[in-house]
Antibody
Framework: QLQLQESGPGLVKPSETLSLTCTVS??????????WGWIRQPPGKGLEWIGS???????YYNPSLKSRVTISVDTSKNQFSLKLSSVTAADTAVYYC??????????????WGQGTLVTVSS | SYVLTQPPSVSVAPGQTARITCGGN??????VHWYQQKPGQAPVLVVY???DRPSGIPERFSGSNSGNTATLTISRVEAGDEADYYC????????????FGGGTKLTVL
C-alpha cells in the first residue's frame, strides 16, 4: 500500500518557479508503480492533469503546460518532483501527486497525496 | 485534444438512482475511470476500466460505456454520496495524455 505526501512552498511569486516534491512510502519508487503523476485543481474548479513520468523514465506532459513543466525522479530519496516555471496567478491550485495500482498504460491514478495548496502572489 | 463533457450538476433523492454521464467522441473505445471527491479531500477512484470497482467501493457504484457516452450509476443513493464526480480517460492517440471531465456535482436532496 503506497502512501504519497506532497511538500513544498505554499506561496510562490509571479514569474518564479514552483517546485514540489512527492515522497513515496510503502514501496520503492524504482519499482512500485508504472508511473508517477502530478494533477492540480484550481480553487473551486476541476482536475487538470499536469504530467507523468513512467518507470522507463519517459515523461509526458499536458500540452498546455509542456513548455513550463519538468517532472523527475530521485531514487535515492524515494521522491519525485514537479517544477513549473514562469508561474502566474492562474497556476494557483491544490497540487496532487498520484500513482496507479496496476501496470498498464491506461491504469488510473489510485494512490493520491492529500494535496498541497500553492498560491501565486507577490 | 480529447474532450470529456459532464453535466455540471445532478440532483437525486435519497434511495433513488443517480446517473452521471461523460460524453466524448467514440468514448466507448476507451477505458473510462470515475472519481469521487468530497470537499477538502483528494479524489477517490470508485470505478475503473468502465465498470470495475476497487476493493472497498460499494456495489451501489457501477459504470457502463458505449458509443459516445459513459455513465456512472449510483444506486440507492445515500447522503454520504454527495460529492463531485469526475470521469477520466487515457488518450493513447495524443501521446499518453490523461484527460479529465469537468466534473459533476451530485446533490442528494
Amino acid at each position: 500500500q503506497l502512501q504519497l505526501q506532497e511538500s513544498g512552498p505554499g506561496l510562490v511569486k509571479p514569474s518564479e518557479t514552483l517546485s514540489l516534491t512527492c515522497t513515496v512510502s510503502g514501496g520503492s519508487i524504482s519499482s512500485s508503480s508504472y508511473y508517477w503523476g502530478w494533477i492540480r485543481q484550481p480553487p473551486g474548479k476541476g482536475l487538470e492533469w499536469i504530467g507523468s513520468i513512467y518507470y522507463s523514465g519517459s515523461t509526458y506532459y499536458n500540452p498546455s503546460l509542456k513548455s513550463r513543466v519538468t517532472i523527475s525522479v530521485d531514487t535515492s530519496k524515494n521522491q519525485f518532483s514537479l517544477k513549473l516555471s514562469s508561474v502566474t496567478a492562474a497556476d494557483t491550485a491544490v497540487y496532487y501527486c498520484a500513482a496507479p495500482s496496476d501496470y498498464y498504460d491506461s491504469s488510473p491514478p489510485f494512490y493520491w497525496g492529500q494535496g498541497t495548496l500553492v498560491t501565486v502572489s507577490s | 485534444s480529447y474532450v470529456l463533457t459532464q453535466p455540471p450538476s445532478v440532483s437525486v433523492a435519497p434511495g433513488q438512482t443517480a446517473r452521471i454521464t461523460c460524453g466524448g467522441n467514440n468514448i466507448g473505445s476507451k477505458s473510462v475511470h470515475w472519481y469521487q471527491q468530497k470537499p477538502g479531500q483528494a479524489p477517490v477512484l470508485v470505478v475503473y476500466d468502465d465498470s470495475d470497482r476497487p476493493s472497498g467501493i460499494p456495489e451501489r457504484f457501477s459504470g457502463s460505456n458505449s458509443g459516445n457516452t459513459a455513465t456512472l450509476t449510483i444506486s440507492r443513493v445515500e447522503a454520504g454520496d454527495e460529492a463531485d464526480y469526475y470521469c477520466q480517460v487515457w488518450d493513447s492517440s495524443s501521446d499518453h495524455q490523461v484527460v479529465f471531465g469537468g466534473g459533476t456535482k451530485l446533490t442528494v436532496l
